[in-house]
DNA sequence: GACATATAATTTGGCGCCTTATAATTTGAT
DNA sequence: ATCAAATTATAAGGCGCCAAATTATATGTC
């Protein structure tokens, strides 16, 4: 089996020139990268037999939680994408028969998106499926294991957020 | 400032329904999932300068530890995407100058890639800064946490290698 | 009431990546 | 020697995502 730290160890190259202390940081940022993409990967083959991407998945997640439905720029902001992703995202969405549109009576520039009943089918029972499966990824884990890693990778968020800024 | 928990919040309402342990799984899932992205995002604003994506760096990165060069399909296995892939990613180093193609001798079916002058040069350079950025977000770590850290990740990345195999 | 400004959604153009298909070449079994 | 199978690189088509520009509508100020 290839560890993480297999699959980057030509990358590692440089740092092990640099000591001990970078080589461990560029260990990390790469195993974070490594298991987040490996997650998308197997997550995108789930999906796919419903012709969903990750993102729309999360947009028929978003709506199942609200009701009376959402605006686009309100589903991109949660979804974490920019609202020209968003439309693209609803484009699929509608043509594959999961939501519809519909124009505010009040702002006409606004839209209201609401799950169909197709939609509706799906999102639960996809969401059912898909939140078991990411518990079994994390089967095992104990509640400390997550007090620890949780403010572990926070710490790198926040320090990415100032990075960010400046 | 948004932290990674409150910026998935809105997705955590099933695994509420089913309990902590649940919900803690799935928050961790994206705790892992939202810093990686914000890690590449962060990323791509810094290769963007240079014409380059995380994907064409880490090619110039894997050739420069190949003096005399590598073939595509080793590349895309080192880097961790497919031939397809590779092919498009040579495809813009080559316009922009960053490598060179050559024609195996003994084998016609065969590339060699090689870094040019200028793709050596921005390689060494870059190389240098990323790895400094890399270790900038996780200043502050001891070698204590990333003993922590480590194994916890790996942990996921082998129940989803043994997922994948089924 | 007119005009600048803000906001909503979309369009455009681009890149990265994937999957599937294709073409060229080599290898291996018979 | 031949022909099927494997391997190499590429092409084609598609989706997701982004940034920047565009269009339509609303709002606030003078």
Redesign the interface.
């Known amino acids: 089996?290839v560890?993480?730290?297999q699959?980057y160890c030509?990358?590692l190259?440089?740092?092990q020139e640099?000591g001990?202390?970078?080589l461990?940081?560029?260990?990390?940022?790469f195993?974070?990268?490594?298991?987040?993409?490996?997650?998308?990967r197997?997550c995108a083959r789930r999906l796919a037999p419903y012709q969903l991407s990750e993102g729309k998945f999360?947009v028929l997640?978003?709506l199942q939680?609200m009701p009376q439905g959402g605006a686009p720029n309100e589903l991109a902001e949660?979804a974490?994408v920019t609202r020209g992703t968003i439309t693209g995202l609803l484009d699929g969405l509608e043509r594959d028969g999961y939501i519809s549109r519909q124009q505010d009576a009040t702002d006409r520039r606004r839209l209201i998106v609401r799950l169909s009943p197709q939609g509706e089918e799906v999102a639960a029972k996809l969401?059912?499926e898909h939140?078991r499966w990411?518990?079994?990824?994390?089967?095992?884990?104990s509640?400390e294991?997550?007090k620890?890693?949780?403010p572990?990778?926070?710490?790198?968020?926040?320090?990415?957020?100032e990075?960010?800024v400046i």
Chains 1, 2 share one sequence.
């Open positions: 089996m560890t993480l730290e699959k030509a990358l190259g440089v740092a640099k001990q202390a970078d461990s940081k560029m260990k990390a940022c195993e974070v990268l490594a298991l987040a993409s490996a997650i998308d197997a999360i997640f978003l939680q949660r974490g969401g059912e939140s990411i518990g079994s990824l994390f089967e095992g884990f509640e294991d997550f620890v890693l949780s572990l990778l926070n710490r790198v968020w926040k320090t990415l957020e990075d960010d």
